[in-house]
């Protein structure tokens, strides 16, 4: 099990920026595919986007592609989202997660606010 642990949500205008953070422990980070998902409220958890060890990336192409940038620093055992241009839409909780190449996300962050003004 790997343990993470999300920072750097706020709340920010429309057409700003916010990069989030996510701290892992417990277990070699370069193993895991990290992922980045986001709930709204009254809505279901939905996939932002996610990278593999070696930094090879996917996105949800209908939200967040183009605005969103996922990376990833093995030596600091991080996973970052850089948000630009956001849009009121994009208000939600963001939770990082884990998994292995055959596995499902079973490892969860508490989760981080994000909160677009209009």
């Known amino acids: 099990q790997v343990q993470l642990v999300e920072s750097g949500g706020g709340l920010v205008q429309a057409g700003g920026s916010l990069r989030l953070s996510c701290a892992a422990s417990g277990r070699t980070f370069s193993n895991y595919i990290m992922g980045w998902f986001r709930q709204a409220p009254g809505k279901e958890r939905e996939f932002v986007a996610a990278?593999?060890?070696?930094?090879?990336?996917?996105y949800n192409t209908d939200s967040v592609k183009g605005r969103f940038i996922i990376s990833r620093d093995n030596a600091k055992n991080t996973v970052y989202l850089q948000m630009n241009s956001l849009k009121p839409e994009d208000t939600a909780v963001y939770y990082c997660?884990?998994?292995?190449?055959?596995?499902?996300?079973?490892?969860w962050g508490q989760g981080t606010q994000v909160t677009v003004s209009s």
């Open positions: 990278i593999t060890w070696n930094g090879v990336s996917t």
């Open positions: 997660a884990a998994r292995r190449t055959a596995g499902n996300y079973n490892d």
